[in-house]
């Protein structure tokens, strides 16, 4: 049993019950977490593919072609599995369901892919609906590069896992392939409500 | 590596924003100069932050003092550098590394460089040559950023083989070197590659990193050069 | 050439649950360049959902590590040889 530090409370505020899933905190800043070097992609090289179950481009968006899209500013609760939570977060993306627009599929799985090799698995089902976002936007500036820029995956009502910065596309898969945590302990769904952190969770 | 319950017995402020931290451990299996403990602080409510401290104190006593700098918006180093009292606990696992140590059992010479408060472990090697007397020749190149961010600035005032440089010192009462470790520091205030020095070097990633290259350009055999990058503001 | 926060050395203590030797100690070589070095000077990420170590050379993920209080994964197909020190020789 380890012993209380009296006084000791890290970056965290205090949580209004109710608000955040079960074993979160809720903090005031942005925490950076990363698996790796913080990705710097130019904007002339950036572009945003969604590849079908076939591997054939089904969609692609270079940065103009992208911001030329219709965009949402949402904002939405964010979790992450080390247990912050930061609660009315502003962003500005474009839903995924407007990029699978015109996507024929019979795909039930995805896997994002991201500059630098991260890569998060999900149902396609949780893509879509209106439940995800390709965000370049956040607090209404440029989403800033330690934090996913020039954009990131955006999954709300998953552990921020799956919100995988740096992205680059979607491929569509008919077999679920876990991703760089799925692998390796972390739950492969991640529903913060059922505090879905690892396998066997 | 189990959690031992470390009591915090002394505490002393060795700058404006540093204080060493003298701990009783139980138990305690004694250390290598340059090994580092983990510290683990628990809140009430169960939540844990945990984070590697080099020991300053050297091999041989029962002393384990470590010397944490506090960073302003650091989550660990707030609270052990203002909040701690003699007689509180905290929780520590160590000594933790065999690579970036020096134990004094030969005559090489030594070069250590520092940056920040990575010259934490160096001092602990320095200590630890006082105490066993030896007779590698050993010299220190340390970074900081103004004077009164230099750690153990009387105890380095009275060895030699010691160089201070400043890099964001404005004042006009430092009369020693200022400016970044470069090359030319390294080959007037280290060894050259020819006497095969043992060379350590510590601090945050980005001196570790430019310094590293340094040696290694200079001709430094990079098996003789070990590192411990202490996170981007140093630790 | 990127730079990361930590390396192996800041790793170890976690790592030490794993394995039964001081890891900073250990050498890997990587499975995708083959630079072969001390495990301590791998790149560390350490503020992650888990620890990743990177090869210093290439940054290609060498191992990674997950642990709760009861269990922990680690997974090691970047290392494509991995060696270290037994009884006999000095710690």
Redesign the interface.
Known sequence: M???????????SQAGAGLIPPGQ?LVD?F????????QFTPLAEWDFTILDESGAAAGRWTWEEFQALPADDIIVDIH????WSKLGTHWRGVSVDTLMEGVETSAEFVVAFSDG?YTTNLPLADVLDGQAWVAFGYDGEALESEHGGPARLLVPHLYF?KSAKWVRGLRLLNEDEPG??E????HNYGDPWREQ???GD | MK?L?ATVTETTPETASAVTIRLDVPDWPGHRAGQHVDV??????G???QRSYSIASPPGSDRLELTVVRID?G?VSP?LAS?LDVG????LRGPIGGYFVWDGDDDRPVLLTGGGSGVVPLVSMMRHHEAVDSKAPMRLVYSARTAGDVLYRDELANVHDVTITLTRDQSSEWDGRRGRVDNELLATAGWPPSEGPRCYVCGPDTFVEAVANILVDMGHDQTNVKTERFGPTGG | M???PFDGNAAAGDLSDVFAFDVTMARTTCAACGDTRPLAEL?A?M????S?L?CATC?A?QI???R?DR?????LTGVRVMQLPVSGSSA
């Open positions: 380890a012993i209380v530090n009296r006084g000791f409370k890290g970056r965290r905190y800043d925490p950076v977490l990363t698996a790796g070097p913080t992450c599995v080390t247990k090799g896992w760089f945590w692998a390796v302990g972390y952190r690892y396998w | 959690w319950v683990r602080l628990t809140a009430e409510d939540y844990q932050a918006d989550e609270y909040d509180d606990q905290i929780e | 990127s730079t990361a790149h990420y503020r992650a959902p888990g990743v990177r940054e993920v990674r590590l997950v709760t269990r922990a994964w680690v997974e």
